[in-house]
């Protein structure tokens, strides 16, 4: 296997483990949250409904957090294997944020544990509650420390080069870069999001299913309520993502723009195909809508591909991921907001089969943003793995197994994928609300 195939393939299962590894990292994120909100509820509210929601939501989310573990641990294991380079190079200067965020996991772990065993042995069940909140500190922590990581490689500070080592390593200020702000903020916004459409398409799917249990309504308007919340959160961060960009990776703003040519009062490209390399057809123009996303006025200035070299130019599908990533978010907004105001109205066709259908389709959809964003994150810093430092081709592992690495890890994930999707399945299949509900009050 030659270099360039052991890049190509390196990259290739570092992308599918972080896709699959996305989907348990965002629900382990955003599910503590919302199983916290629901046990307050009910405990405010003295309703059984949103406890047993906070019960159930627990135990399929134990189930993700297993798999999340073994996931995570894979992509430790391949930065050390796939990009030894980068390691040897910055593993100083990342240390710590990865030190960090292997802790927080074991601080959320710990009071997991305390919190799944200690149900039913409080009588203030508040105090039960308030053991859930290092559980989702831990969570979001988690997610922050990791995403520091992934800032550095976009905005690396906090050190100097000296033939060819990094050298006076401040790892707080590599930790505290420019793009971690913007990045942390949307990541736990997108998270949170994202885990309150899933658990509301559970919901729906119920719904049409058959099962008319106010159960099932309580959860449906708590997570889109959360959902809405976070959707609108990410919406204004993502504005503050784009002077980001403009300001530090104006490459990858142009790219995933196609913004070709420098120029002032700078239109934004929805949608549309590329051809001859340059050539856009089918697409919508935003009159300065690039110029007040760039930097906040209609009529400044916005830098193009024109003043990159051409091998420092990312590849230009990420406009795609990109108008997936908007289109969605903007989607499930709306879906969120005529919810919202159907259920202030006492409007009916918000329990109509074919609403309920497209709240059964956010969860997904919600998953897909992700996902597409985050490939615009890691596509969009190419060709670099430490951006204008260290290229993606000079990181890569020389090693000449790395597709039979690729193969097993493409078996375990599917296994991991079924075995997770199977088991929850059946948990909650065999153990409907309905019957929980009646086995609770013929035990008390």
């Not at 707080?172 to 658990?199: D, E, R």
């Not at 978010?329 to 329990?351: A, E, N, P, S, W």
């Not at 969009?380 to 793995?385: A, C, L, T």
């Not at 592992?397 to 399945?425: E, H, P, R």
Request: overall charge neutral; aromatic content about 12%.
């Amino acid at each position: 296997m030659d270099n360039e195939q052991a890049v190509l393939y390196s990259r290739m299962l570092t992308e599918l483990t972080l896709t699959f590894h996305i989907i348990y990292a965002t629900v382990g994120v955003g599910i503590p949250l919302l199983i916290f909100i629901a046990q307050w509820l009910g405990i405010k509210r003295q309703d059984e409904h949103y406890i047993l929601l906070a019960r159930r939501w627990t135990r399929g989310y134990i189930i993700t957090v297993a798999v999340g573990v073994v996931t995570g641990t894979a992509i430790g294991l391949q930065l050390n294997l796939l990009w030894p380079t980068f390691m040897e190079l910055a593993g100083n200067a990342i240390a710590l944020p990865l030190f960090m965020e292997t802790f927080a996991f074991f601080f959320e772990a710990i009071f997991l544990g305390i919190y799944l065993y200690t149900w039913d042995r409080f009588e203030d069940q508040r105090k039960h509650m308030l053991i859930l909140i290092p559980v989702a500190i831990g969570a979001s922590c988690s997610a922050i420390f990791i995403t520091m990581v992934n800032s550095f490689m976009n905005s690396p500070q906090g050190f100097e080069i000296a033939n060819g080592n990094l050298i006076n390593v401040q790892p707080i200020l590599a930790m505290f870069n420019p793009s971690m702000p913007t990045k942390v903020a949307h990541v736990l916004a997108t998270a949170y999001m994202t885990s309150a459409f899933i658990l509301a398409s559970i919901g729906a799917y119920r719904m049409l299913k058959g099962s008319n249990h106010v159960y099932h309504k309580k959860a449906l308007l708590l997570t889109i309520k959360v959902g809405l919340v976070f959707s609108i959160a990410a919406a204004v961060i993502g504005d503050f993502a784009g002077k980001y960009l403009a300001e530090y990776q104006p490459e990858k703003l142009a790219a995933m723009e196609w913004h070709f040519d420098t120029e002032e009062s700078a239109s934004l490209t929805l949608f549309g195909i590329l051809q001859n390399g340059d050539e856009v057809k089918y697409s919508i123009k935003i009159p300065y809508a690039l110029s007040i996303l760039a930097h906040g006025t209609p009529t400044a200035e916005v830098i193009g591909l024109d003043k990159f070299p051409a091998e420092n130019i990312p590849p230009l599908y990420i406009h795609y991921l990109f108008n997936i990533m908007v289109m969605i978010g903007m989607g499930v907004t709306f879906l969120g907001l005529v919810y919202l105001i159907g259920k202030f109205l006492k409007k009916k066709f918000i329990h109509r089969r074919f609403f309920l259908w497209l709240i059964v389709a956010s969860g997904p959809l919600s998953m897909i943003a992700i996902e597409a964003g985050w490939w615009l994150a890691e596509v969009g810093r190419q060709p670099w793995v430490l951006r204008g430092i260290l290229r993606t081709e000079d990181a890569a592992t020389t090693s000449d197994q790395v597709d039979l690495m690729l193969y097993l890890f493409i078996g375990l994930y599917i296994v991991l994928g079924l075995a997770s999707a199977i088991v929850l399945v059946r948990m909650f299949r065999s153990n409907p609300i309905e019957r929980e509900l009646a086995d609770r009050k013929g035990g008390g």
